[in-house]
């Protein structure tokens, strides 16, 4: 029986090795992970009726794979709504609340942008389409669509709250590809939006794996996926282990094999108990530096490529609050902060207003990001510090100054990749160096997709690139 190795047990990992399972019934599926519990970033924390996300909060409905996934986990009747509320958003910027409006590309007519803004931002089919295929900033491409006070005063501050990232460095073509593909076939994104609209209202309602393109998560967190897929029979889950070297196997490792595999052949996996591991095909889904470190003796071109990437530190701020402090909230998602005003604080997600059963009855929790591309030496401080900073900016941006009943921080040095102007040929040339290197598959975040979905579909194909790879190869008997 053929084996693949997948090395991370997070929730591309674990999609990776779920995919392969279906695919396949003759492939030893073996899952080492360096942590004593799956779900890597994907992580729930359920503490005296807390419910705390130490990393992603949700999930946006939009893949139908996804969809499907979820209901082959044995997850549809989990799933949870947001609630109404989220639908309510807010930017804070000059010392005030602005209301957004919807998909973050408007707020309440002159507000945040003034009646100019407003104007520019709803003249964007007249913009005409670009020409060429030069990479474009995230920034830029807003700019010249929208306007000037929509990239400055909503794009840079949304960047911050979704990649902890910089607008002006990040690529709109790789963080938002449909951004440009509208612009290319219909000339406007509006145009566009308003016709995928129309198409939508189209879909097949019966169709089970249809998206409901609505925000999800689970009752007890987005780590309920990646520990539902990691109770699959077929799937050996080895917590714990921490991989040091991958490289070609050879007839001098095959006598140190741990069960199976074929002499000559495949891949030799070491690890720090000492063992070596053989895979007839190997999927890395570790964060991206690890990847690198990995690939850095078996393919290092693709490990210098993504070794630039960069991948900046977060850090998450769980605090729960009594009744007194719950009703000074406002109701909504939370807040996007704004770098022109002093306050370090990305965002703030009022996570009771989103998801039900988040704090104990009467109480009230939210969850506070700091860190990101522009002031990383954040997760240099104690917790102490960290704790006194998120009272100080929550008391500036919402005047909450009641000290919370409950506080959770998580510490995360590499939390989101940028795919910054360039990621396009660190990604064709990370992809080309894999091809020389047959049976090995790179699945997570690194190239293709930050957010909850993307990663978990990144996992998924690579599962079945994995089996497909086996297949062909014919070891599978």
Known sequence: MARVVVIGAGVSGLAAAHAVARESDHIEIVVLERSEEVGGRSTSIREDGWMVEAGPGGYLDTESGVVRLVREAGLADRQVAAQAAAARRFIYRGGRLH???????????????????????????????????????????????????????????????????????????????????????????????????????????????????????????????????????????????????????????????????????????????????????????????????????????????????????????????????AARFPVGFGVLVSREDNVRMLGCLWESHIYPERSPDDCFLARAMFGGRLDPAVIDLDDAEILALARANLQTVLGIDNAPIFSRISRWPGAIPQYEIGHGTIKAGVEAELERHPGVFLAGDALEGVSFPKTAMSGVRQGRRAASYLRSADTTG
């Open 99 to 325: 209301r957004l409006g919807p998909g973050l590309l408007l707020p309440t007519p002159g507000s945040l942008l003034g009646p100019r803004g407003v104007l520019r931002a709803m003249g964007e089919p007249l913009v005409a389409r670009r020409v060429g295929d030069r990479e474009e900033s995230i920034l830029d491409f807003c700019r010249r669509r929208f306007g000037k006070r929509i990239a400055h005063r909503i794009a840079h501050t949304a960047m911050l709250g979704i990649f902890a990232g910089d607008a002006a460095r990040l690529s709109v073509d790789a963080c938002f590809p449909e951004l440009r593909k509208m612009e290319q076939e219909h000339g406007s994104v509006i145009r566009a939006g308003l016709a995928r609209r129309r198409a939508g209202q189209h879909e097949g309602a019966e169709d089970i794996d249809v998206p409901t393109r609505k925000l999800a998560s689970f009752r007890d967190g987005l780590q309920e996926l990646p520990r539902a897929l990691a109770a699959n029979p077929r799937i050996d889950v080895r917590l714990g282990v921490t991989v040091t070297d991958l490289r070609p196997a050879n007839a001098a490792a095959a006598g140190s094999e741990i069960g199976g595999g074929h002499a000559g052949g495949g891949h030799a996996i070491d690890t720090t108990d000492g063992q070596t591991l053989h895979a007839d095909a190997v999927i890395l889904a570790t964060p991206v530096q690890a990847a690198a470190r990995l690939l850095s003796t078996l393919a290092p071109v693709a490990a210098d490529l993504l070794a630039d990437v960069p991948v900046p530190p977060v850090v998450v701020v769980g605090l729960g609050f009594d009744a007194a402090a």
